[in-house]
T-cell receptor, first 118, second 113 residues
Framework: GAVVSQHPSWVICKSGTSVKIECRSLDFQATTMFWYRQFPKQSLMLMAT?????????EQGVEKDKFLINHASLTLSTLTVTSAHPEDSSFYIC??????????????FGPGTRLLVL | AQKVTQAQTEISVVEKEDVTLDCVYETRDTTYYLFWYKQPPSGELVFLIRRNSFDEQNEISGRYSWNFQKSTSSFNFTITASQVVDSAVYFCALRTSYDKVIFGPGTSLSVIP
């Protein structure tokens, strides 16, 4: 079964509003989570690395003030798209890094959230 | 620099044909992981395989097989006797020492009945 969930699975909002997307690890604690963005017919692009209890690390070209990331607990990271505009419409995918086991670290991806800004 | 290249943007095959998806990667790390993911139209990534840099053994899982060659920095994926359900976008990915996963541009596979 799914080990990483995202909520909501899709959202439609008006331009200028803020949208919060949640990413949860369901049966493990994840000190590190990642946020990706995927535009239609393109690949997944890493936006930021979210570390529990500390500030997120953003990739070059990603606006920190626009994409707010909060990793407040070991099972929850949130991505808030502030003042969303139509160009922010995309598929947002999170992933959670499961700590080391005897099989090594494993990264699990969530099902994604489709955002449409009108 | 870390990079993943999938030279084939789109591939179409007739059902039951074999198809190979190419993946070439670049990294300076000596320890790294390579992955293949399938992304059907629903969008949810489906994990197919993970390989670490020290394990060059090829792997077969049902109709799927993978050929990892460090000498050419390639990690190719072959589907034998393709089926319509195999139609999807396939991503090759590289995980670096900083745990970031870098995705290739993807190959869109269409299997025609």
């Amino acid at each position: 079964g799914a080990v990483v969930s995202q909520h909501p699975s899709w959202v439609i909002c008006k331009s200028g509003t803020s949208v919060k997307i949640e990413c949860r690890s369901l049966d493990f604690q994840a000190t590190t989570m990642f946020w990706y963005r995927q535009f239609p017919k393109q690949s997944l692009m890493l936006m930021a690395t979210s570390n529990e209890g500390s500030k997120a690390t953003y990739e070059q070209g990603v606006e920190k003030d626009k994409f707010l990331i909060n990793h407040a607990s070991l099972t929850l990271s949130t991505l808030t798209v502030t003042s969303a505009h139509p160009e922010d419409s995309s598929f947002y995918i999170c992933s959670a890094l499961r700590p080391r086991t005897r099989f090594g670290e494993t990264q699990y991806f969530g099902p994604g959230t489709r955002l449409l800004v009108l | 620099a870390q990079k993943v290249t999938q030279a084939q943007t789109e591939i179409s095959v007739v059902e039951k044909e074999d198809v190979t998806l190419d993946c070439v990667y670049e990294t300076r790390d000596t320890t790294y992981y390579l992955f293949w993911y399938k992304q059907p139209p629903s969008g949810e990534l489906v994990f197919l395989i993970r390989r670490n840099s020290f394990d060059e053994q090829n792997e077969i899982s049902g109709r799927y097989s993978w050929n990892f060659q460090k000498s050419t920095s390639s990690f190719n994926f072959t589907i034998t006797a393709s089926q319509v359900v195999d139609s999807a976008v396939y991503f090759c990915a590289l995980r670096t020492s900083y745990d970031k996963v870098i995705f290739g541009p993807g190959t869109s596979l269409s299997v025609i009945p």
